[in-house]
Nanobody, 115 residues
Framework: QVQLVESGGGSVQPGGSLRLSCAAS????????MRWYRQNPGQERELVAL???????NYVDSVKGRFSISRDNDKNTLYLQMNSLKPEDTAYYYC?????????WGKGTLVTVSS
């Protein structure tokens, strides 16, 4: 069983920064690709960034150069550093990993970017 718990969301002005964390339980963290998604009510969940077990990363075009995904395998923790935040970054952010055909999700953390 895998449990994911996100934290670090909040309200910030445009141009500000936030760092999200995702604490993972279970034994698969260090061998699994980890992802950050985001979603607004009524919209589809969007893949924001992913990181492989070896540290390779990929980002959706809208956040390239502003967001950085990282992982600490010793702490079983995933991070998302978000800089130069824009109002369109406002969303619930979710941590995800997949294992044996099961998609695991946290409950999400809300990021609000507004002046």
């Amino acid at each position: 069983q895998v449990q994911l718990v996100e934290s670090g969301g909040g309200s910030v002005q445009p141009g500000g920064s936030l760092r999200l964390s995702c604490a993972a339980s279970g034994n698969i963290f260090r061998i699994n690709t980890m992802r950050w998604y985001r979603q607004n009510p009524g919209q589809e969940r969007e893949l924001v960034a992913l990181i492989s077990p070896g540290g390779s990363t990929n980002y959706v075009d809208s956040v390239k150069g502003r967001f950085s995904i990282s992982r600490d395998n010793d702490k079983n923790t995933l991070y998302l550093q978000m800089n130069s935040l824009k109002p369109e970054d406002t969303a619930y952010y979710y941590c995800n990993t997949n294992w044996n055909g099961v998609r695991y999700w946290g409950k999400g953390t809300l990021v609000t970017v507004s002046s």
